[in-house]
């Protein structure tokens, strides 16, 4: 079992910045890809930004350019590094990642997600 701990959310002001961490423990052998991913009251959860292991990423088009995310994969820790929030921007955010047990088995693990909110 693989258990996702968030950290980093809060209140900020429109145009400011935050940065959320997410470390993963527990039975681990390897991580493919890590993420977060953000849902917003009313909406339907979305990706925000992907990473694998070997730092390839993919965003989200809407992020693009204030968003981004890196990972340290000694520390199995993914950060999602936001600059130039808007209030749409709000949401809790998730982290996310497909790792693999030493007995290789796959799994898709959530965490318990981290409130953003971003005032006008």
């Known amino acids: 079992q693989v258990q996702l701990v968030e950290s980093g959310g809060g209140l900020v002001q429109a145009g400011g910045s935050l940065r959320l961490s997410c470390a993963a423990s527990?039975?681990?052998?390897?991580?493919?890809?890590m993420g977060w991913y953000r849902q917003a009251p009313g909406k339907q959860r979305e990706l925000v930004a992907t990473i694998t292991s070997g730092s390839s990423t993919n965003y989200a088009d809407s992020v693009k350019g204030r968003i981004t995310i890196t990972r340290d994969n000694a520390k199995n820790t993914v950060y999602l590094q936001m600059n130039s929030l808007r209030p749409e921007d709000t949401a809790v955010y998730y982290c996310?990642?497909?790792?693999?047990?030493?007995?290789?088995?796959?799994?898709?693990?959530w965490g318990q997600g981290a409130q953003v909110t971003v005032s006008s």
């Open positions: 527990g039975r681990i052998f390897s991580i493919n890809v």
């Open positions: 996310n990642c497909n790792a693999r047990d030493p007995w290789n088995r796959q799994g898709d693990y």
